[in-house]
């Protein structure tokens, strides 16, 4: 593992400060420390909110805001090695999921510039009503005013991105807290935004203290919206204690698979094996839970075990690493425990189920699985997968739907009916038809009902949380 340690001060105000105090941070994989960062706290939170004032005091156009959001995206491009070790080294992520990481984020940046230069109100038909006779009204988007963001460690630069670019292009300032294990991607894509040419205030980037942070980003009334994504837990308890803002949730998922009878069995178990256990499981819509109809079942489950079984455990920064380290040793322990209660309630461990030497948990297959078991219904955020056969469509998507969460979810079927159908009774914010419901194109509308969240993410979408509607009323 190629690990360099960088010392990284933090953004405030156009400044890069130290507090006195650091932290290190450390590889998943090794323990090694890849980076010391400066601690902030509510202190450093204030002056950061007030920097961010001070910069919406000066409005920038829309046209310096999109060039900007170019110039960074052109950056990201030219670095994306260098971010994606970043990535890598901090986070545990595979080499090769961390390059394709860092050139999501390019297109997140280019997204957003063209929001930036075409976000437009509308022109209201003002004498459809007697009463607007002889009046020409019109809407004009306007920033919402600064935006909190907090972001987690899982894709640690393009979240940052997916909150950071589309605030810009809103016209709003930033005071972005990091997840405290990956504040290395974060404060990277700050250095990029400076050399892009945003000026002082605009984005302020603060490592410390969850609550201490998220205090003032709560009680200061100046942040008027605050984007989270991160666990359910943490997201809907903020949201609560946030009445007068507005809180942006994109949370978990426990990501439901369906394999119908008519699909192509065979691409569908290389999605599922390449989309189950990518960054270990680790992404929000890692695919956890398989539903395969009962007649092609063992089709299925020979085509994918071997294929689980093919992919390399071990070194993220290796080239040829597939499946690394979970993101912490609590994290491990809880994974591992869930694994065993389920063996211990009757599951069957079809592959997987221990640790490598070097820790990595190897990729895990479940068979016997019931409902009400944790890695049935809640969020295993590990390389875990869940195989269970099924006798009817409806079957297939009341245990689809048998969660709280409702993210994304895919089917591959054949049948148009069926997508149709599925499109219907998935209750999920995307439904992904012949694709694994891992998939993500940036520009997408892409968020959660239920409990995965109450917003969709994606630069066009983001932009138009991030501004209100101002109505202008011209009287003849
Ligand atoms: P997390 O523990 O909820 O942390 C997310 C962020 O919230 C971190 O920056 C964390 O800071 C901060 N935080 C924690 N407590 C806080 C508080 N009291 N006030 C303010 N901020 C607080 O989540 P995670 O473990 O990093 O990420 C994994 C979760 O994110 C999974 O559930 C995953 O499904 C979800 N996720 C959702 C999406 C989506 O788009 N829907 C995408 C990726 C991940 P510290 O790091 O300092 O604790």
């Given at each position: 593992?190629?690990?360099?340690?960088?010392?990284?001060?933090?953004?405030?105000?156009?400044?890069?400060?130290?507090?006195?105090?650091?932290?290190?941070?450390?590889?998943?994989?090794?323990?090694?420390?890849?980076?010391?960062?400066?601690?902030?706290?509510?202190?450093?939170?204030?002056?950061?909110?007030?920097?961010?004032?001070?910069?919406?005091?000066?409005?920038?156009?829309?046209?310096?805001?999109?060039?900007?959001?170019?110039?960074?995206?052109?950056?990201?491009?030219?670095?994306?090695?260098?971010?994606?070790?970043?990535?890598?080294?901090?986070a545990g992520k595979p080499?090769?999921a961390?390059?394709v990481e860092?050139?999501?984020?390019?297109?997140?940046?280019?997204?957003?510039?063209?929001?930036?230069?075409?976000?437009?109100?509308?022109?209201?038909?003002?004498?459809?009503?007697?009463?607007?006779?002889?009046?020409?009204?019109?809407?004009?988007?306007?920033?919402?005013?600064?935006?909190?963001?907090?972001?987690p460690f899982n894709f640690?630069?393009?979240l940052?991105?997916?909150?950071?670019?589309?605030?810009?292009?809103?016209?709003?300032?930033?005071?972005?807290?990091?997840?405290?294990?990956?504040?290395?991607?974060?404060?990277?894509?700050?250095?990029?935004?400076?050399?892009?040419?945003?000026?002082?205030?605009?984005?302020?980037?603060?490592?410390?203290?969850?609550?201490?942070?998220?205090?003032?980003?709560?009680?200061?009334?100046?942040?008027?919206?605050?984007?989270?994504?991160?666990s359910?837990?943490?997201?809907?308890?903020?949201?609560?204690?946030?009445?007068?803002?507005?809180?942006?949730?994109e949370l978990g998922n426990a990501t439901p698979l369906?394999?119908?009878?008519?699909?192509?069995?065979?691409?569908?178990?290389?999605k599922a094996a390449a989309n189950a256990f990518s960054f270990a499981g680790q992404s929000c819509i890692s695919i956890q839970r398989v539903?395969?109809?009962?007649?092609?079942?063992?089709?299925?489950?020979?085509?994918?075990?071997?294929?689980v079984?093919?992919l390399?455990?071990?070194?993220?920064?290796?080239?040829?690493?597939d499946v690394g380290?979970v993101i912490?040793?609590?994290a491990?322990?809880?994974i591992?425990?869930w694994?065993?209660?389920?063996?211990?309630?009757?599951?069957?461990?079809?592959?997987g189920?221990?640790?490598?030497?070097?820790?990595?948990i190897?990729p895990t297959v479940l068979?016997?699985?019931?409902?009400?078991?944790?890695v049935s219904?809640l969020e295993v955020f590990g390389p875990v997968c869940t195989l269970?056969?099924?006798?009817?469509?409806?079957?297939?998507?009341?245990?689809?739907?048998?969660t709280?969460y409702?993210l994304q979810a895919g089917?591959?079927?054949?049948?148009?009916?069926?997508?149709?159908?599925?499109?219907?009774?998935?209750?999920f914010?995307g439904?992904l038809?012949?694709e694994a419901p891992t998939f993500r194109?940036?520009?997408?509308?892409y968020?959660g009902?239920?409990?995965s969240?109450?917003?969709?993410?994606?630069?066009?979408?983001?932009?138009?949380?991030?501004?209100?509607?101002?109505?202008?009323?011209?009287?003849?």
């Amino acid at each position: 593992m190629a690990v360099t340690a960088r010392e990284q001060k933090l953004l405030l105000g156009g400044e890069w400060i130290e507090t006195g105090t650091w932290r290190e941070v450390r590889s998943p994989y090794s323990g090694e420390v890849v980076g010391r960062v400066a601690q902030a706290g509510a202190d450093e939170t204030r002056r950061a909110v007030d920097a961010a004032a001070t910069a919406m005091a000066e409005p920038l156009p829309a046209h310096s805001r999109a060039e900007i959001l170019d110039r960074t995206a052109h950056l990201i491009d030219e670095r994306r090695e260098d971010i994606a070790r970043t990535i890598s080294d901090e986070a545990g992520k595979p080499m090769k999921a961390a390059r394709v990481e860092a050139e999501r984020a390019s297109s997140t940046f280019r997204s957003a510039a063209t929001e930036a230069r075409t976000l437009t109100g509308e022109v209201v038909p003002m004498d459809a009503s007697p009463a607007g006779v002889g009046k020409v009204a019109l809407t004009a988007r306007v920033p919402i005013g600064i935006v909190g963001a907090i972001s987690p460690f899982n894709f640690p630069f393009n979240l940052v991105a997916h909150k950071v670019a589309p605030a810009l292009a809103a016209g709003c300032a930033v005071v972005l807290k990091p997840a405290s294990q990956t504040p290395l991607s974060a404060l990277l894509l700050a250095e990029l935004e400076a050399e892009a040419g945003l000026p002082a205030g605009w984005l302020n980037v603060l490592v410390g203290p969850a609550s201490e942070i998220g205090d003032v980003l709560v009680e200061d009334e100046r942040v008027r919206l605050i984007s989270f994504t991160g666990s359910a837990e943490v997201g809907w308890k903020l949201r609560e204690r946030a009445a007068r803002k507005k809180v942006l949730l994109e949370l978990g998922n426990a990501t439901p698979l369906i394999v119908e009878a008519d699909a192509d069995v065979e691409e569908a178990a290389t999605k599922a094996a390449a989309n189950a256990f990518s960054f270990a499981g680790q992404s929000c819509i890692s695919i956890q839970r398989v539903y395969v109809a009962r007649g092609v079942y063992d089709d299925f489950v020979a085509s994918f075990l071997p294929k689980v079984e093919a992919l390399r455990t071990g070194d993220p920064g290796d080239d040829e690493t597939d499946v690394g380290p979970v993101i912490d040793e609590g994290a491990r322990e809880r994974i591992l425990a869930w694994i065993e209660e389920a063996s211990d309630q009757g599951a069957e461990i079809l592959t997987g189920g221990e640790t490598a030497e070097d820790g990595v948990i190897r990729p895990t297959v479940l068979a016997n699985v019931s409902p009400e078991m944790k890695v049935s219904c809640l969020e295993v955020f590990g390389p875990v997968c869940t195989l269970s056969p099924y006798d009817s469509l409806e079957e297939a998507f009341e245990l689809a739907n048998g969660t709280e969460y409702g993210l994304q979810a895919g089917i591959f079927t054949s049948n148009v009916k069926t997508a149709l159908a599925a499109g219907a009774a998935l209750e999920f914010g995307g439904v992904l038809v012949n694709e694994a419901p891992t998939f993500r194109a940036d520009q997408m509308p892409y968020g959660g009902v239920k409990a995965s969240g109450n917003t969709k993410e994606g630069p066009p979408y983001s932009v138009r949380e991030m501004t209100e509607e101002r109505l202008v009323v011209l009287s003849r």
